[in-house]
């Protein structure tokens, strides 16, 4: 192609053919992802529902063992109802067609989103209701209109970071439409005042979690953690915000951006939200960089392959997190066998991020739970698995009544076995109670006891 | 023209020549080389590089860039690793007195000027270490090479400006496509090699980003097609180093770019920058020479390619003063910016100097100025390659002789600087060497192996010892310097059997062990 001439991306065939068959593409592409997940984890016999929140929500609600089989269906059909009314409200927010590709497109590769629909998240289940609520406020049937606020109600109880969010969102999306502004203004009134209703009276959460320990860091680039975004979409999606300035109506946005980003960056763990934005942006992104006439075409083809294997390899590598991540079926087992064997007044110390599924499955007390941002413990946690000395160590067990210590085979490749806790198991006083699999629970004899016994 | 390039390759060959004679003259290569050494004979016998290393810090994953080590094995193929490991740095080094010719030639600079460029380039302080086998000898080359074939790319407006005719126009308008889909590939080309020798391509970068900024400061225009280019090498290099670093960055964090080296040697690989010291590396005539072509394109704001060469210098700045960048490169980049910046300086020089009294001293400034060009970068040169930081070949024989006659899975101790020397010779675990990435525990490592050498207990040292399972411990006149000893004050005839004692350096070997109750 010569310089001068007009170089743009309309002529290309696989996206043109992509945009005007993209309904059934986007469909294909999330059964495939989703189905893929759960198949995946069904053949390396991990147990269906993966992540922490979810067995920290399904102790609240105290849902027993034996309905977990059927519940992994819940996630993916929230998930795949969530696409379908934000395919929905895109259309009702006239998107073009090639904006509305590009953002589904991105968002069902974003692992924030495919994380919240494979397993129980209240961001997931908060999303759907305020999505469902939207969806029937500007229904034609005027007598589901009354639903709506019921389902925004029940939308903003999660935390007040989630509240403060959706109002927001519903603020953009609902005074858009001048023809509903009165109802609109009504029912965001409303949300305002049971907002700060609760606030005042009732004291209610900032923000739920974290149920795992990662740096910010992680929580938002997908390629270095679990969750959040590429980088590649991240980037794409600082293009869009440069891109979308100019167009007024999309100012409010920005706002949003803003409050979830320091949302995000204040708890660090709450990605849901922003990674939508991000999508968004990315979208409107990969817009302009398909209409830009481009002056080297070679820059243009190289950039584009880089973006898109860019955004590939993040997918590949969340896609292979989802698919791995705990808890295992040997671990099932191993709390099974806790269950059934250990003390119900027991106290058992593992690693934080194992004791949501421990407390769910052995229905025990782990010593310490992300969420609980008590930097004490932590401190004596990582006291007792680094401290080469019985002296300190055994101290330590003692006044917090720590009497099982549970190893996985991740924590005993990472701890070294010449010195620190994995060293003391040989004194006396601890003794090994279970192994399967590399997965051990050792038992430690306080003095007392032990005097006891002699 | 015959004369200049008579001249030009004159330069290259005689830059070439001095670099071959200090590399064959001094018998072994620098400390770091060996890693490189090691790996390449990795690949040319396996066809991968050794990313899981059985040897280094007794076993560890370590992740690099390994085109500079897949370029010397292809060479490695058909002639010896040490001719290969001499002769292929200093060539792609001396390749450098071509390109930054060539650079200046692009940046309209006199033949005569950009003659200097290549001498100063070529005999630039900084790179003239002989003996050391590393990546940087193929980056560097690379990165000025992207250089030279971005400046071709702006070459296509210049160009446009001038035609008047319409039908001229069309025709150059043909022939610059043509050419300038040549330089994009050969920029993308350079980059992309480039991305795969080191991380440190963000350099470039960098400067293009200081380079926009100069040039919308100052309220040119930029050419969509520079922006684009800068686009695709963003999105490229990111990607490159999440393929490659992806595990790295999410063990280590920030401290990725750090490459986790303990605190307490980060101010040996990334000293507080000695003024006196960086002046000499990079020649003090090319310096201020750049200095003052740089103050005076930025206040007159017509030179925009100046402006590219400005954003690069500033970038190599920032990153050498951020600790971000090893010194040396920094000082390296640097100093080829102002050996090409000098030409400018040379060229705007004489034609103010002809209107003035002094016009008849022309040819004596001339030749003052290539005295003291001689004076202040080569001999400098010629001083850092004979003071290389190298091991004697007579610990090169300890170290080899501790592959015949040690144990296959003995553990050995030598200094940190030492380890790549033990694991390419010795062929025996080291308890540590300079790559710290994706070790945890480089720091304790490091305090650990500073006590062995300095404790007067033989209890400590033995605790320690049998900690990383040591079988033997070499004491070189090079550990007899870093830690000012002697002698190890804990070593006992019982304990510690000395096997091995030529030429100053001892190696014991370990026999007793603390019992256990």
């Given amino acids: 192609m010569r310089i001068g001439e007009e170089i743009t991306m309309e002529n290309h065939r696989l996206l043109h053919a992509l945009f005007k068959n993209q309904k059934k593409f986007l469909f294909l592409m999330f059964f495939l992802i989703f189905g893929g997940i759960f198949l995946l984890r069904a053949f390396q016999h991990k147990v269906i529902l993966a992540g922490n929140q979810a067995y920290y929500l399904l102790s609240i609600l105290q849902i027993p063992e034996t309905y977990l089989r059927g519940m992994w269906i819940i996630p993916p059909l929230l998930g795949f109802f969530c696409f379908l009314l934000i395919r929905h409200l895109a259309l009702q927010l006239d998107f073009s067609q090639k904006s509305l590709f590009f953002f589904l497109f991105f968002l069902l590769l974003t692992p924030a989103f495919t994380f919240s629909f494979t397993t129980i998240t209240l961001q997931g289940i908060s999303l759907f209701l305020f999505l469902l609520g939207i969806f029937l406020f500007f229904h034609k049937n005027k007598w589901m209109h009354y639903f709506s606020p019921l389902l925004f109600l029940a939308a903003i109880t999660v935390d007040i970071f989630t509240s403060v969010f959706l109002i927001l969102l519903l603020f953009f999306i609902l005074l858009g439409k001048k023809e509903k502004r009165g109802k609109a203004l009504f029912i965001l009134g409303m949300l305002c005042l049971v907002l700060a209703i609760s606030f005042f009276f009732f004291h209610p959460i900032f923000l739920r979690g974290p149920f795992q320990e990662e740096s910010l860091m992680k929580t938002i680039f997908a390629d270095l953690g679990s969750g959040g975004a590429g980088i590649f979409l991240i980037l794409l999606a600082g293009v869009g915000l440069g891109a979308c300035w100019k167009q007024k109506k999309l100012r409010l946005s920005y706002l949003l951006l803003t409050v979830s980003f320091f949302g995000t960056l204040l708890v660090e763990r709450n990605f849901l939200f922003l990674a939508l934005l991000i999508v968004f942006f990315a979208g409107e992104g990969a817009v302009y960089f398909y209409e830009r006439k481009w002056e080297i075409p070679e820059a243009r083809k190289f950039t584009l392959f880089v973006v898109t294997l860019g955004i590939l390899l993040t997918f590949l590598i969340s896609f292979q997190q989802q698919t791995f991540a705990n808890p295992s079926q040997e671990e099932v087992t191993v709390f099974s066998w806790m269950k059934e064997n250990i003390p119900v007044s027991a106290k058992i110390l593992s690693l934080p991020k194992n004791s949501y599924a421990l407390q769910y499955f052995a229905q025990r007390l782990p010593y310490l739970f992300p969420h609980e941002k008590n930097n004490e413990k932590e401190k004596i946690s990582e006291d007792i698995f680094s401290s080469t000395y019985i002296s300190t160590t055994f101290p330590l067990l003692e006044s917090q009544n720590i009497t099982f210590i549970y190893f996985t085979p991740e924590m005993k490749n990472n701890l070294p076995a010449e010195q620190g806790i994995l060293f003391l198991l040989r004194n006396e006083r601890f003794k090994l109670r279970f192994s399967h699999q590399g997965h051990e629970v050792w038992e430690f004899t306080p003095e007392t006891q032990q005097i006891n016994t002699k | ?517």
């Fill in chain 2, 1 to 517: 023209m015959e004369k200049t390039k008579q001249f030009l390759w004159g330069i290259f060959f005689c830059v070439l020549a001095v670099r071959l004679i200090l590399a064959f003259t001094l018998p072994t290569f620098t400390y770091e080389s060996y890693f490189h050494l090691r790996q390449t004979e990795h690949i040319t016998a396996t066809g991968l590089p050794l990313y899981h290393d059985p040897l280094s810090y007794g076993g560890r994953e370590l992740i690099f860039l390994p085109l500079f080590h897949y370029l010397a094995a292809f060479f490695d193929l058909f002639l010896p690793l040490e001719f290969v490991a001499k002769v292929l740095p200093n060539l792609l080094l001396a390749g450098l007195v071509l390109l930054t010719y060539f650079i200046a030639r692009e940046l309209g600079y006199s033949t005569h000027g950009s003659l200097f460029t290549a001498g100063i380039a070529g005999f630039l302080p900084a790179i003239f270490s002989t003996n050391a086998f590393t990546p940087y000898s193929l980056f560097l080359p690379l990165i000025f090479f992207a250089i030279y074939a971005f400046l071709k790319l702006q070459q296509k407006g210049i160009d446009e400006e001038k035609s008047e005719e319409q039908k001229q126009k069309q025709i150059n308008i043909k022939k610059n496509s043509r050419m300038q889909k040549k330089y994009v590939y050969l920029y993308l080309i350079a980059f992309l090699l480039a991305t795969l020798t080191s991380p440190a391509t963000i350099l470039l970068l960098l400067g293009f980003g200081i380079y926009f900024l100069i040039s919308l400061a100052e309220n040119k225009k930029l050419p969509r097609d520079e922006w684009e280019i800068f686009i695709a090498s963003t999105f490229f290099y990111l990607w490159i180093q999440l393929v490659f670093f992806n595990e790295v960055i999410k063990k280590e964090g920030v401290s990725f770019i750090w490459q986790n080296i303990p605190t307490a040697i980060l101010p040996q690989y990334f000293p507080p920058v000695s003024v006196s010291h960086g002046i000499i590396l990079v020649s003090i005539i090319p310096l201020v020479a750049g200095i003052f072509v740089v103050s005076r394109s930025l206040a007159s704001a017509k030179d925009a390619k100046t402006f590219l060469l400005t954003g690069l210098a500033a970038a190599a700045i920032i990153f050498t003063f951020l600790r971000l960048l090893p010194i040396k490169l920094g000082l390296s980049f640097l100093g080829i910016l102002l050996a090409i910046l000098f030409a400018n300086f040379y060229d705007g020089i004489f034609p103010f100097l002809r209107k003035t009294k002094l016009s008849f001293t022309l040819q004596r400034i001339t030749t003052i100025l290539f005295l003291g060009l001689l004076l202040t970068t080569v001999y400098p040169a010629l001083s850092t390659a004979l003071k290389q930081s190298i091991p004697f070949s007579e610990e090169v024989k300890a170290f080899d002789w501790l592959s015949t006659h040690s144990e296959k899975d003995a553990t050995i101790l030598a200094l940190g600087e030492e380890g790549h020397l033990l694991t390419a010779l010795g062929k025996r675990k080291n308890v540590m060497d300079d790559q710290f990435s994706l070790r945890d525990d480089a720091e304790e490592r490091f305090t650990e192996v500073n006590t062995l050498y300095l404790t007067l207990f033989q209890t400590q040292a033995l605790q320690l010892l049998e900690k990383y399972q040591v079988k033997y411990v070499v004491f070189t006149p090079h550990a007899r310097q870093h830690y000012q000893l002697k002698r190890l004050r804990y070593l006992s005839p019982e304990c510690f059997h000395l096997v091995y004692n030529h030429d100053d350096i001892k190696i014991y070997e370990r026999k007793c062990a603390l019992e256990k109750k």
